[in-house]
């Protein structure tokens, strides 16, 4: 795998991120050297960027590999959070082969088509590659959409077995404009699933550091549609949450609602419903599904160092993998930065070779979530992992 970063205002941004994408050996150039050949290029971009620009001069830097991504809540990079920045990630043809769909609108018809591309590319790319059995699908899909929940779940028929993960397209905490990207175009209420097939092993995981409480409360009024609560237990909903968590409702933020996760149960698996702002009404904005009836639990953190460090352990448990790519909710930034974490949550993406973004929710498989580390472990080929002979 192959990574680079650059300042999103520097006016040479997308020459520097090709420049850190090119081979570690520069006398060797494409031509000379066919398997160092990109077959796929990430773009994860500041709001604060010239998204436009950047669209379109990365589609003609990188010609003719792929390019597709979006905007971000933050990056994840070499340093571990951040912002302000590009985080390029380049898939080499050697190891990979993907094929990107682009949801052009995020209505019925539009998803259908989308489901016959996704059959169509998935058969493509086992005629390719038939000796290659890893696959996994990345979704990056705009963050205001309030389409991911449906989203997820209409993909799902035509993903099959392979598992997938994506992150919902942010914009840092302005929640104003959110964007994906695809062949040097901007787009919104839109999304781009790219799915991957590789010699490399992978493991998509799904991760966070909350468990639920006793503490419950149960949706009585709600707009499903626009992720709208308006009355929780039967009282006015921002109201009624202060009382419950002890808190003025006029001191009611985004750092409330990163220290104060909500759950849902489904089935045997609770999952985060996180709270987005609150409303001029009183009512409570979520990022993802809600709906009346829906029982709602305060939700218990584990120190997220402790947790972060525990689950990269696990992923590198019978080896390192060469990369790590992901997509982590800006709440749970929020959280680390409010409990003075941020240094050792960026040390430990860092040391483990995690790059993404960070987003407005996250989905793994046909789930939407949130405030919630979702990604995909690569690591190197078999004949790529040292044996004991190999270890000085």
Not at 250 to 259: D, G, K, N, R, V
């Amino acid at each position: 795998m192959r990574t680079a970063y650059a300042d999103c205002l520097h006016p040479e941004a997308v020459a520097q991120l090709a420049q850190g994408l090119a081979p570690s050996d520069t006398a060797k150039t494409a031509t000379d050297c066919p398997d160092q050949e990109l077959e796929l290029v990430l773009l994860f971009i500041s709001p604060l960027a010239d998204i436009a620009r950047i669209a379109a001069e990365a589609c003609a830097q990188f010609a003719p590999v792929t390019v597709v991504g979006c905007t971000t809540a933050g990056e994840i990079s070499q340093s571990g959070y951040g912002e302000g920045g590009i985080v390029a990630v380049g898939f080499p043809k050697s190891h990979f082969t993907t094929c990107c769909t682009l949801i052009e609108t995020l209505d019925t018809p539009e998803i259908q088509t989308a489901l016959h591309q996704i059959i169509r590319n998935r058969r493509q790319m086992t005629l390719a590659a038939p000796d290659w059995e890893s696959e996994f699908a990345f979704l990056m899909v705009d963050g205001l959409s309030r389409r991911e929940d449906t989203l997820t779940a209409q993909l799902a028929p035509g993903l099959g077995p392979v598992p997938l993960f994506g992150g919902s397209a942010g914009d840092g905490d302005a929640f104003q404009q959110t964007s994906v990207l695809y062949d040097g175009k901007v787009f919104e209420n839109a999304a781009v699933l790219t799915q991957v097939r590789s010699i490399c092993p992978v493991k998509v995981f799904k991760a966070d550091n909350l468990t639920p409480t006793n503490n419950r409360m149960v949706v009585t009024a709600a707009d499903p549609g626009q992720r709208l609560v308006h009355e929780i237990n039967a009282e006015p909903a921002a109201r009624e949450l202060a009382r419950i968590l002890g808190k003025d409702p006029e001191q009611l933020s985004t750092y409330t609602f990163a220290a104060h996760p909500l759950l849902v149960r489904l089935g045997d698996q609770h999952h985060v419903r996180a709270i987005q702002q609150v409303a001029p009404d009183g009512s409570l904005v979520f990022f993802s599904a809600i709906d009346e009836g829906m029982v709602l639990a305060l939700a218990d953190q584990q120190d997220m160092v402790t947790h972060l460090q525990k689950e990269m352990q696990s992923l590198g448990q019978q080896r390192a993998p060469d990369m790590i790519l992901a997509c982590d909710c800006l709440l749970r930034r929020i959280d680390a930065e409010q409990k003075q974490q941020t240094n050792a949550v960026s040390h430990i993406l860092s040391a483990n070779r995690v790059f993404g973004f960070s987003t407005y929710g996250e989905q793994v498989n046909s789930m939407h979530v949130n405030q919630t580390l979702t990604g995909v472990a690569i690591y190197p080929p078999p004949d790529l992992v040292p044996t004991q002979a190999d270890v000085p």
